[in-house]
Protein backbone atom coordinates (compact mmCIF):
# COMPACT_ATOMS: atom_id res chain seq x y z
CA UNK A 1 0.00 0.00 0.00
CA UNK A 2 1.96 2.92 -0.96
CA UNK A 3 -0.78 5.07 -2.17
CA UNK A 4 -1.51 8.49 -0.80
CA UNK A 5 -4.46 7.63 2.42
CA UNK A 6 -7.68 9.74 2.02
CA UNK A 7 -8.64 12.25 4.29
CA UNK A 8 -11.16 9.61 5.88
CA UNK A 9 -8.30 7.08 6.87
CA UNK A 10 -6.08 10.22 7.98
CA UNK A 11 -9.46 11.18 10.07
CA UNK A 12 -9.65 7.51 11.28
CA UNK A 13 -6.17 7.65 12.23
CA UNK A 14 -5.99 10.70 14.17
CA UNK A 15 -9.30 9.35 15.93
CA UNK A 16 -7.03 6.10 16.69
CA UNK A 17 -10.01 4.24 14.63
CA UNK A 18 -7.54 2.33 12.31
CA UNK A 19 -6.10 -1.18 13.29
CA UNK A 20 -4.33 -3.34 11.66
CA UNK A 21 -2.89 -3.33 7.90
CA UNK A 22 -4.52 0.27 7.16
CA UNK A 23 -2.84 1.17 10.60
CA UNK A 24 0.75 0.17 9.98
CA UNK A 25 0.34 2.01 6.44
CA UNK A 26 -0.76 5.42 7.84
CA UNK A 27 1.73 5.09 10.80
CA UNK A 28 4.62 4.41 7.68
CA UNK A 29 3.22 7.42 5.74
CA UNK A 30 3.03 9.62 8.73
CA UNK A 31 6.58 8.62 9.83
CA UNK A 32 7.49 10.54 6.21
CA UNK A 33 5.26 13.18 6.71
CA UNK A 34 6.02 14.40 10.03
CA UNK A 35 2.96 17.29 9.46
CA UNK A 36 0.68 14.62 9.90
CA UNK A 37 2.45 13.51 13.15
CA UNK A 38 2.52 17.26 14.63
CA UNK A 39 -1.55 17.56 13.44
CA UNK A 40 -2.06 14.02 15.79
CA UNK A 41 -0.61 15.47 18.07
CA UNK A 42 -2.21 18.95 18.17
CA UNK A 43 -5.84 17.34 17.54
CA UNK A 44 -4.87 15.10 20.95
CA UNK A 45 -3.86 18.02 23.35
CA UNK A 46 -7.48 20.26 22.23
CA UNK A 47 -9.22 16.67 22.85
CA UNK A 48 -7.33 16.43 26.11
CA UNK A 49 -7.93 19.94 26.67
CA UNK A 50 -11.81 19.57 26.04
CA UNK A 51 -12.14 17.00 28.64
CA UNK A 52 -10.76 18.78 30.98
CA UNK A 53 -12.26 21.59 30.95
CA UNK A 54 -15.44 19.21 30.64
CA UNK A 55 -14.60 17.46 33.88
CA UNK A 56 -13.85 20.51 35.91
CA UNK A 57 -16.52 21.78 38.27
CA UNK A 58 -16.84 24.99 37.62
CA UNK A 59 -18.81 27.16 40.51
CA UNK A 60 -20.14 29.88 37.99
CA UNK A 61 -23.06 30.82 40.24
CA UNK A 62 -21.11 31.08 43.22
CA UNK A 63 -17.95 32.13 41.48
CA UNK A 64 -18.33 36.30 42.41
CA UNK A 65 -20.23 36.00 45.16
CA UNK A 66 -17.23 33.49 46.59
CA UNK A 67 -14.57 35.82 45.95
CA UNK A 68 -16.21 39.23 47.29
CA UNK A 69 -16.43 36.99 49.88
CA UNK A 70 -12.94 36.19 50.16
CA UNK A 71 -12.25 39.64 49.69
CA UNK A 72 -14.52 40.72 52.74
CA UNK A 73 -12.51 38.18 54.83
CA UNK A 74 -9.15 39.45 54.05
CA UNK A 75 -10.21 43.09 54.69
CA UNK A 76 -11.74 41.79 57.97
CA UNK A 77 -8.75 40.30 59.28
CA UNK A 78 -6.57 43.49 58.53
CA UNK A 79 -6.51 45.62 61.71
CA UNK A 80 -7.59 49.40 61.93
CA UNK A 81 -4.39 51.55 62.08
CA UNK A 82 -5.24 54.78 64.21
CA UNK A 83 -8.80 55.47 65.90
CA UNK A 84 -10.00 57.81 63.25
CA UNK A 85 -7.58 58.42 60.98
CA UNK A 86 -8.47 57.08 56.93
CA UNK A 87 -5.96 56.13 54.85
CA UNK A 88 -5.56 58.25 51.44
CA UNK A 89 -7.20 55.40 49.43
CA UNK A 90 -10.42 55.56 51.94
CA UNK A 91 -10.58 59.26 51.31
CA UNK A 92 -10.16 58.65 47.25
CA UNK A 93 -13.14 56.08 47.26
CA UNK A 94 -14.96 58.60 49.49
CA UNK A 95 -14.99 61.09 46.61
CA UNK A 96 -14.28 59.28 43.78
CA UNK A 97 -18.05 57.81 43.06
CA UNK A 98 -19.93 60.71 43.35
CA UNK A 99 -17.34 62.34 41.43
CA UNK A 100 -17.85 59.30 38.70
CA UNK A 101 -21.59 60.26 38.70
CA UNK A 102 -21.28 63.89 38.35
CA UNK A 103 -18.78 63.45 35.60
CA UNK A 104 -21.80 60.83 33.30
CA UNK A 105 -24.11 63.45 34.34
CA UNK A 106 -22.16 66.19 32.81
CA UNK A 107 -21.72 64.05 29.89
CA UNK A 108 -24.94 63.19 29.30
CA UNK A 109 -26.08 67.04 29.19
CA UNK A 110 -23.38 68.05 26.84
CA UNK A 111 -24.34 64.81 24.69
CA UNK A 112 -27.96 65.94 24.55
CA UNK A 113 -26.37 69.54 23.59
CA UNK A 114 -23.86 69.03 21.23
CA UNK A 115 -24.34 70.81 17.79
CA UNK A 116 -21.07 70.40 15.99
CA UNK A 117 -20.85 68.76 12.83
CA UNK A 118 -18.19 66.31 11.28
CA UNK A 119 -18.40 62.60 12.26
CA UNK A 120 -20.49 63.57 15.34
CA UNK A 121 -23.97 62.92 16.91
CA UNK A 122 -26.55 65.52 16.65
CA UNK A 123 -29.82 65.53 18.88
CA UNK A 124 -32.44 67.02 17.57
CA UNK A 125 -35.73 66.10 17.70
CA UNK A 126 -35.18 62.56 18.84
CA UNK A 127 -33.47 62.17 15.65
CA UNK A 128 -29.79 61.74 15.60
CA UNK A 129 -27.64 62.49 12.46
CA UNK A 130 -24.19 61.31 11.96
CA UNK A 131 -21.83 61.28 8.94
CA UNK A 132 -19.22 58.87 8.80
CA UNK A 133 -16.75 60.93 6.96
CA UNK A 134 -15.67 63.75 9.19
CA UNK A 135 -15.26 66.10 6.09
CA UNK A 136 -18.88 66.38 5.45
CA UNK A 137 -21.14 68.43 8.11
CA UNK A 138 -24.78 67.99 8.48
CA UNK A 139 -27.29 70.37 10.21
CA UNK A 140 -31.00 69.15 10.96
CA UNK A 141 -33.65 71.87 10.33
CA UNK A 142 -36.70 70.27 12.28
CA UNK A 143 -39.80 70.22 10.04
CA UNK A 144 -42.64 71.26 12.70
CA UNK A 145 -46.40 70.84 11.36
CA UNK A 146 -46.55 70.69 7.59
CA UNK A 147 -42.77 71.54 6.62
CA UNK A 148 -40.99 68.76 5.81
CA UNK A 149 -37.51 67.40 7.58
CA UNK A 150 -34.41 68.75 5.76
CA UNK A 151 -30.72 67.64 6.73
CA UNK A 152 -28.29 70.18 4.56
CA UNK A 153 -25.63 68.06 3.75
CA UNK A 154 -21.60 70.38 3.01
CA UNK A 155 -18.56 69.37 2.18
CA UNK A 156 -20.28 66.05 0.42
CA UNK A 157 -18.27 65.91 -2.51
CA UNK A 158 -19.88 63.71 -5.39
CA UNK A 159 -17.76 62.04 -7.98
CA UNK A 160 -18.45 63.28 -11.45
CA UNK A 161 -20.07 60.00 -12.76
CA UNK A 162 -21.63 59.46 -9.46
CA UNK A 163 -25.06 60.40 -11.39
CA UNK A 164 -24.59 59.58 -15.10
CA UNK A 165 -26.77 57.32 -16.24
CA UNK A 166 -25.75 54.23 -17.67
CA UNK A 167 -27.99 51.23 -19.30
CA UNK A 168 -29.48 48.86 -17.14
CA UNK A 169 -26.81 45.79 -18.16
CA UNK A 170 -23.97 48.42 -17.50
CA UNK A 171 -25.24 48.58 -14.01
CA UNK A 172 -22.92 47.39 -11.59
CA UNK A 173 -25.05 46.06 -8.59
CA UNK A 174 -22.25 44.12 -7.23
CA UNK A 175 -21.88 46.55 -4.42
CA UNK A 176 -25.68 46.38 -3.33
CA UNK A 177 -25.90 42.54 -3.56
CA UNK A 178 -22.75 42.25 -1.65
CA UNK A 179 -24.00 43.94 1.37
CA UNK A 180 -27.52 42.05 1.14
CA UNK A 181 -25.71 38.69 1.44
CA UNK A 182 -23.80 40.30 4.33
CA UNK A 183 -26.99 41.01 5.48
CA UNK A 184 -28.05 38.04 5.14
CA UNK A 185 -25.64 36.34 6.84
CA UNK A 186 -26.68 38.09 10.24
CA UNK A 187 -30.20 37.61 10.26
CA UNK A 188 -29.72 35.89 13.37
CA UNK A 189 -28.62 39.69 14.82
CA UNK A 190 -31.52 40.93 13.24
CA UNK A 191 -34.06 43.37 15.09
CA UNK A 192 -36.96 40.99 16.32
CA UNK A 193 -40.55 43.30 17.73
CA UNK B 1 -13.91 14.69 16.50
CA UNK B 2 -16.91 12.76 13.98
CA UNK B 3 -19.02 14.75 16.88
CA UNK B 4 -17.76 18.05 16.70
CA UNK B 5 -17.46 17.50 12.68
CA UNK B 6 -21.23 16.79 12.96
CA UNK B 7 -22.06 19.64 15.09
CA UNK B 8 -20.40 21.97 13.14
CA UNK B 9 -22.52 20.94 10.33
CA UNK B 10 -25.86 21.37 11.71
CA UNK B 11 -25.16 24.34 13.26
CA UNK B 12 -23.84 25.01 9.48
CA UNK B 13 -26.72 24.17 8.40
CA UNK B 14 -29.76 25.68 10.41
CA UNK B 15 -29.74 29.01 8.75
CA UNK B 16 -31.09 26.98 5.39
CA UNK B 17 -33.21 24.86 7.18
CA UNK B 18 -34.46 28.12 9.03
CA UNK B 19 -35.24 30.19 5.78
CA UNK B 20 -37.20 27.35 4.50
CA UNK B 21 -39.71 27.94 7.18
CA UNK B 22 -42.33 31.17 7.21
CA UNK B 23 -39.89 33.86 7.99
CA UNK B 24 -42.18 37.01 9.82
CA UNK B 25 -39.28 39.23 9.99
CA UNK B 26 -40.02 39.17 5.72
CA UNK B 27 -43.39 40.73 6.27
CA UNK B 28 -44.00 43.73 4.36
CA UNK B 29 -44.81 46.73 7.27
CA UNK B 30 -44.93 49.37 4.34
CA UNK B 31 -43.62 51.25 1.49
CA UNK B 32 -40.95 53.75 0.91
CA UNK B 33 -40.08 55.87 -2.03
CA UNK B 34 -36.45 57.52 -2.54
CA UNK B 35 -35.74 59.59 -5.05
CA UNK B 36 -33.31 62.18 -6.57
CA UNK B 37 -34.12 65.28 -7.26
CA UNK B 38 -31.96 67.72 -9.17
CA UNK B 39 -32.55 71.79 -7.90
CA UNK B 40 -30.72 74.05 -9.71
CA UNK B 41 -31.24 78.28 -10.38
CA UNK B 42 -31.74 77.60 -14.28
CA UNK B 43 -33.44 75.41 -15.86
CA UNK B 44 -32.33 71.91 -16.91
CA UNK B 45 -33.05 68.68 -19.88
CA UNK B 46 -32.08 66.47 -17.02
CA UNK B 47 -34.92 64.25 -16.00
CA UNK B 48 -38.77 64.98 -15.75
CA UNK B 49 -40.13 68.09 -13.93
CA UNK B 50 -41.57 67.26 -10.21
CA UNK B 51 -45.08 67.08 -9.88
CA UNK B 52 -46.65 70.02 -8.50
CA UNK B 53 -47.42 68.59 -4.64
CA UNK B 54 -43.66 67.66 -4.59
CA UNK B 55 -42.70 70.85 -5.74
CA UNK B 56 -45.01 72.63 -3.03
CA UNK B 57 -43.22 70.63 -0.37
CA UNK B 58 -39.88 71.50 -1.40
CA UNK B 59 -40.50 75.25 -1.57
CA UNK B 60 -41.95 75.01 2.09
CA UNK B 61 -38.13 74.94 3.30
CA UNK B 62 -35.28 78.05 2.94
CA UNK B 63 -33.04 75.68 2.19
CA UNK B 64 -34.78 73.94 -0.75
CA UNK B 65 -35.87 76.98 -2.30
CA UNK B 66 -34.48 76.48 -6.03
CA UNK B 67 -35.77 78.09 -9.09
CA UNK B 68 -36.11 74.73 -11.08
CA UNK B 69 -36.39 70.85 -9.73
CA UNK B 70 -36.27 68.31 -11.90
CA UNK B 71 -36.92 64.24 -10.70
CA UNK B 72 -33.70 62.15 -11.74
CA UNK B 73 -35.10 58.77 -10.76
CA UNK B 74 -37.07 57.50 -7.96
CA UNK B 75 -37.15 53.72 -6.20
CA UNK B 76 -40.40 52.34 -4.08
CA UNK B 77 -39.41 49.70 -1.94
CA UNK B 78 -41.21 47.69 0.77
CA UNK B 79 -40.23 47.69 4.83
CA UNK B 80 -39.57 44.67 5.85
CA UNK B 81 -40.56 44.07 9.51
CA UNK B 82 -36.64 43.05 10.76
CA UNK B 83 -34.61 43.02 7.97
CA UNK B 84 -32.59 45.92 6.31
CA UNK B 85 -33.35 46.51 2.63
CA UNK B 86 -32.09 49.01 0.08
CA UNK B 87 -33.41 51.88 -2.52
CA UNK B 88 -31.36 53.07 -5.39
CA UNK B 89 -33.39 56.00 -7.38
CA UNK B 90 -30.59 56.20 -10.21
CA UNK B 91 -28.72 53.29 -11.68
CA UNK B 92 -24.89 54.89 -12.03
CA UNK B 93 -21.33 53.15 -11.49
CA UNK B 94 -21.02 54.89 -8.12
CA UNK B 95 -25.14 55.02 -7.62
CA UNK B 96 -26.58 56.97 -4.55
CA UNK B 97 -28.26 54.53 -2.12
CA UNK B 98 -30.53 54.44 0.78
CA UNK B 99 -30.77 51.44 3.26
CA UNK B 100 -33.49 51.20 5.84
CA UNK B 101 -34.80 49.26 8.46
CA UNK B 102 -37.53 49.49 11.09
CA UNK B 103 -36.09 50.73 14.71
CA UNK B 104 -39.66 49.40 16.27
CA UNK B 105 -42.74 48.44 15.60
CA UNK B 106 -44.51 50.91 12.96
CA UNK B 107 -47.07 53.41 15.01
CA UNK B 108 -50.62 54.31 12.63
CA UNK B 109 -48.80 57.24 10.90
CA UNK B 110 -45.37 56.63 11.49
CA UNK B 111 -42.36 54.36 11.86
CA UNK B 112 -38.64 54.96 12.77
CA UNK B 113 -35.69 54.39 10.86
CA UNK B 114 -32.04 53.37 11.05
CA UNK B 115 -31.56 54.96 7.70
CA UNK B 116 -28.22 54.98 5.91
CA UNK B 117 -27.45 56.94 2.48
CA UNK B 118 -24.12 56.02 0.59
CA UNK B 119 -22.55 56.62 -2.06
CA UNK B 120 -20.91 53.37 -4.19
CA UNK B 121 -19.31 51.47 -1.47
CA UNK B 122 -18.81 54.98 0.82
CA UNK B 123 -21.47 55.65 3.56
CA UNK B 124 -22.09 59.16 4.00
CA UNK B 125 -24.63 59.64 6.75
CA UNK B 126 -26.64 57.32 9.40
CA UNK B 127 -29.37 58.72 10.75
CA UNK B 128 -32.60 57.39 12.92
CA UNK B 129 -35.44 59.59 11.91
CA UNK B 130 -39.23 59.20 12.79
CA UNK B 131 -41.18 58.83 9.53
CA UNK B 132 -44.69 60.58 9.24
CA UNK B 133 -46.95 59.17 6.30
CA UNK B 134 -46.66 61.53 2.94
CA UNK B 135 -44.14 63.85 4.89
CA UNK B 136 -40.84 63.14 3.36
CA UNK B 137 -37.20 63.50 4.74
CA UNK B 138 -35.36 65.65 2.52
CA UNK B 139 -31.48 65.47 2.27
CA UNK B 140 -29.69 67.90 0.89
CA UNK B 141 -26.74 66.78 -1.30
CA UNK B 142 -23.95 67.20 -2.73
CA UNK B 143 -23.35 70.23 -5.75
CA UNK B 144 -24.40 68.67 -8.85
CA UNK B 145 -24.08 70.65 -12.61
CA UNK B 146 -25.29 74.28 -11.57
CA UNK B 147 -27.41 72.87 -8.21
CA UNK B 148 -27.73 70.40 -5.77
CA UNK B 149 -29.04 66.94 -5.56
CA UNK B 150 -32.31 66.45 -2.79
CA UNK B 151 -32.79 62.94 -1.72
CA UNK B 152 -36.12 62.47 -0.78
CA UNK B 153 -37.19 59.80 1.56
CA UNK B 154 -40.91 59.23 2.03
CA UNK B 155 -43.00 57.07 4.24
CA UNK B 156 -45.83 56.08 0.89
CA UNK B 157 -48.00 53.02 3.37
CA UNK B 158 -48.07 51.68 6.41
CA UNK B 159 -49.51 47.91 7.28
Redesign the interface.
Known amino acids: MNTQPDETLI ?1 QW ?2 GELSGEELAHMEAYASKNPELLALRAQ ?1 HAL ?1 SDLKQLASDDIPYADFFTTQVMRKVERESAVPAVGPEKSSFRESLSRWLLPAAFAMMAVSFYLGTQLQTTGNSVKTVN ?8 SR ?1 E ?1 RL ?1 S ?1 EG ?8 TG ?4 S ?6 E ?1 S ?3 AS ?2 AA ?2 RR ?1 DSV ?2 A ?4 | ?2 QIVTLICLLLSL ?1 VIAEDKADP ?1 KEEVGQLEVS ?1 IYASSSESARGEAVSVEIEK ?2 R ?2 D ?2 DFAHYRL ?2 SDEQGILR ?3 F ?1 A ?1 P ?8 V ?1 F ?5 AQSTSIQLDLELW ?12 LQLK ?10 LDGR ?1 IISVELLSLK
Open positions: TIDSSNAEVYTADVAVGDSPTVIVLWESEDALDLVHEFDAIRHVLGSLSF | MKPGLKLKTSLLGSYLWTVKSKKPIMSQPVGAQGTKKILKTDPTKPLYILGPAWI
